[in-house]
């Protein structure tokens, strides 16, 4: 009996990593929370204040819902609407925005993009991954006298959360 109870415990053992791995009827994720994304958007707008640049900046969730909105005291009407669809579009397509600039340029395949009512390829959109490599939010920045210096921005944004993410 002693033994057919080891065996019976030894196979649910094995049995616990198939379990484990099971394909249920749910799926997890990981987004961040509010006040982690309105440390990420005020150290990007920082950013760019100490360079000398009045920007918006945007967090959206990995879904593309917005999470913060930050606007500096003397940027610009249009940074809401450039910030927030630079942030979507960049979870929206895995990818920095000023890849996909590049990417969807008139003769190349992914020029279609360009036709999409959200998608705004133009530099300052960038996707924040946790440690494991998932997508866990977006920030866009806009305002910044080039799509570069947004990007430089959205970085420093990043950079100012890694140490929450990066587990």
């Not at 415990?9 to 049995?15: G, P, S």
């Not at 600039?101 to 395949?109: F, V």
Request: hydrophobic share 45%; with cysteine.
């Amino acid at each position: 009996m002693k033994r057919i109870a080891a065996i019976s415990l030894a196979t649910a053992a094995l049995a616990l990593p198939a379990a484990a791995q099971d394909d249920g009827a749910f799926v997890d994720f990981q987004v961040l929370k509010p006040e982690v994304a309105q440390t990420m958007a005020e150290a990007a707008m920082i950013a760019c204040r100490d360079a000398g640049y009045q920007v918006g900046v945007t967090v959206v969730d990995r879904f593309g819902i917005p999470q913060v909105f930050v606007r500096d005291r003397f940027a610009g009407v249009h940074v809401y609407e450039t910030s927030r669809r630079k942030a979507w579009t960049a979870v929206s397509f895995r990818t920095s925005t000023t890849e996909l600039a590049e990417s969807t340029q008139a003769g190349e395949t992914a020029s279609g993009i360009r036709h999409l009512s959200e998608a705004l390829p133009l530099g300052g959109g960038l996707v924040v991954y946790e440690g494991g490599g998932s997508i866990v939010a977006g920030i866009g920045v806009s305002g910044a006298p080039g799509p570069e210096l947004d990007d430089v921005c959205a970085e420093a944004g990043i950079a100012a959360i890694e140490d929450q993410i990066a587990f």
